[in-house]
């Protein structure tokens, strides 16, 4: 009985529900006679029937309005919304912002067509009426709807002189109006709502600021409110704005504002510092590749790649660039000892790592297995080659780094998998499904993911047991592995190799050492906070590292055959 109840009543909640759309979808389908409050209730409890999550009801809902705006509402489309608008606040706060949002973005595609073009003239004095309401808090919505409001409706001061002195127009009556709303601007800027402040100042031609008001702006981090005053002021303020960029080293910002306002006479090395910062940024990410793209052969620029590569001690990319650009002459002015910073990096002698071992044919991997195996502790790392075109799959990784506190091993997995799949899935479970050996990683839910995608085949990269992933004990560090090893150990990791060609062979020296170094660097993070509980999620705490400890044992597959 208690089960046919049940179905009972889910049958008669889902005829609720499909009465319910019935009734909204023939409503939507005719508005001429719906009146604004009507469409709202509707409206909202559409979305409250909705099983999707909100952003995609909200998506949803809004195509709904978009086609029932086309269907005769009265007296038209502008002032039916500017109504709802009245409407929204009486529903509740819970959605106001979301319902306010979808309205006035479905009038959008209203603007350009011509039957409404009188609704819409009309309108702008109802919203005029709507703006006022809501700066004197009778109608109470979001400041960021107050901005919308203003721009979908093109509201000018006359349209709000209107809506505050009456149908009779005089200079008085502007002058009026915008004295009332130069108010409203203090107020917003004494609360600091410096954006609501903007739009007012802007659209309506209110100048009460210095130039101390757009450092305020810049300060509390609102460069488009910043960058639109500016323009409202004049050219002395965007010159000055640029100048403020300069300062806090905000040169693509300053660059693209140089550009809009043809002021390069001004600024003559924006442009080309901007170039160099980016250039500087790609090599700091290791894409050494985009970053020669983007020098675009200019001499000046691929010397300043040159000398970021010597900076960060990768002087196979200096030879590399210097016989494709013939810039040896450049090298030999520089002195490598003033130019390269390597010291401000961890370096693999500094671990102690006895051996790095390249692993490319079954023999290796038979014996580097057997090893791990007897390891308590090992590090895990992979790497492949980038690829830079947009919408493309990643490569095949191409590496796995294995560690342990003595030795790496990094084995060749498009070589291994060539060979002999078989050996290279078997090996590979042995030491990811084995319960006796703590794998640490960082990220390394990525990195296995990318494993399961480039080896699909293969078991071993869909289970594991005890996996660590060290980032998950620091949520708070930054700047990835290395800003780890740099809180942790005392001296960052050098990216820089990170995104070479991990599919070439042989790899070269540097690149295994690199390789080695984020495999190993996770074991001895690992034993150093082991050993020093300061260090942890909150200082002063110990690190709860075992609760981290995940396992993942994937049964429904059968072995693989090949």
Same mark, same amino acid.
């Given at each position: ?9 889910? #049958? ?15 409503? =939507? ?33 809004? +195509? ?42 479905? *009038? ?36 960021? $709807?107050?901005?919308?409001? *203003? ?19 005089? /200079?008085?009556?502007? #002058? ?27 659209? =309506? ?8 008001? @757009?450092?305020? @702006?810049?300060?509390?981090? %609102? ?12 050219? &002395? ?5 640029? %100048? ?11 660059? &693209? ?76 002015? *520089? ?12 370096? *693999? ?28 502790? $090992? ?9 830079? &075109? ?10 796995? %780094? $294995?560690?342990? /506190?003595?030795?790496?091993?990094? =084995?060749? @997995? ?30 390394? +839910? ?44 005392? #001296? ?18 540097? +690149? ?31 690190? &709860? ?18």
């Amino acid at each position: 009985m208690g089960r046919l109840k049940a179905r009972a009543r889910e #049958a008669s909640e889902s005829n609720q529900k499909n009465e319910h759309r019935s009734i909204c979808l023939h409503s =939507f389908s005719d508005l001429s006679h719906v009146s604004a409050a009507t469409f709202m209730y509707l409206l909202k409890d559409c979305y409250f029937y909705g099983t999707h999550k909100a952003t995609a009801k909200f998506r949803i809902l809004q +195509q709904q309005v978009k086609r029932a705006l086309n269907n005769a509402p009265q007296p038209g489309p502008f002032t039916y919304i500017v109504q709802c608008m009245y409407i929204i606040p009486l529903l509740g706060q819970s959605h106001a912002e979301g319902f306010s949002h979808m309205l006035i973005s479905s *009038l959008r595609h209203l603007k350009s067509v011509e039957s409404v073009q009188k609704d819409f003239i009309d309108a702008k004095c109802l919203a005029a009426r709507l703006v006022l309401d809501i700066l004197a808090s009778v109608v109470p919505h979001e400041e960021r $709807i107050l901005v919308k409001l *203003l721009e979908t409706f093109d509201i000018e001061l006359k349209d709000m002189a209107h809506a505050f002195c009456g149908s009779e127009l005089g /200079d008085e009556d502007l #002058a009026a109006a915008r004295e009332h709303l130069k108010q409203h601007v203090q107020y917003f800027m004494k609360s600091e709502s410096y954006v609501s402040a903007v739009a007012l100042m802007t659209r =309506f031609s209110i100048q009460c600021c210095d130039e101390s008001f @757009l450092i305020k @702006l810049i300060g509390s981090k %609102q460069y488009k409110a910043a960058e639109e005053w500016a323009a409202f002021m004049g050219k &002395e303020m965007i010159i000055l704005i640029i %100048q403020k960029y300069l300062d806090v080293k905000m040169l693509k910002s300053a660059n &693209e504002l140089v550009k809009q306002y043809d002021l390069a006479e001004e600024f003559p090395d924006v442009n080309y510092l901007y170039k160099e910062s980016s250039l500087k940024k790609l090599a700091e990410k290791g894409c050494w590749d985009v970053a020669e793209v983007r020098a675009k052969k200019d001499t000046k620029l691929m010397e300043y790649l040159v000398y970021l590569a010597m900076e960060a001690g990768y002087m196979e990319k200096v030879d590399e660039l210097c016989e494709r650009y013939s810039l040896e002459g450049y090298v030999n002015s *520089l002195v490598p000892e003033e130019v390269m910073c390597q010291s401000d990096y961890l370096e *693999l002698k500094k671990l102690i790592l006895e051996e790095i071992v390249w692993v490319d044919e079954i023999n290796g991997l038979l014996s580097a297995t057997s090893y791990i195996e007897a390891c308590k502790i $090992i590090g895990v790392d992979c790497e492949w080659k980038p690829n830079y &075109e947009k919408g493309s799959r990643p490569n095949k990784v191409a590496i796995i %780094q $294995i560690a342990s /506190d003595k030795k790496a091993f990094i =084995f060749d @997995l498009i070589k291994l998998y060539e060979d002999d799949p078989k050996a290279l899935d078997c090996c590979f479970r042995r030491i990811m499904c084995s319960s006796n050996i703590l794998k640490l990683g960082y990220n390394l +839910q990525c990195d296995l993911h990318q494993l399961s995608q480039s080896y699909g085949e293969l078991i071993c990269f869909q289970s594991y047991e005890m996996l660590l992933d060290i980032q998950k004990l620091f949520k708070e560090t930054t700047g990835g592995l290395s800003g780890l090893s740099k809180k942790i150990l005392g #001296a960052g990791l050098n990216k820089t190799r990170r995104n070479s060609d991990w599919e070439q062979r042989p790899l070269s020296q540097n +690149q295994k050492e690199y390789a080695a170094l984020d495999a190993a660097v996770l074991v001895h993070i690992f034993h150093h906070v082991r050993g020093q509980p300061q260090f942890g999620v909150n200082e002063g705490r110990q690190v &709860e590292w075992k609760s981290h400890i995940v396992s993942r044992v994937n049964r429904a597959r059968s072995p693989i055959r090949f």
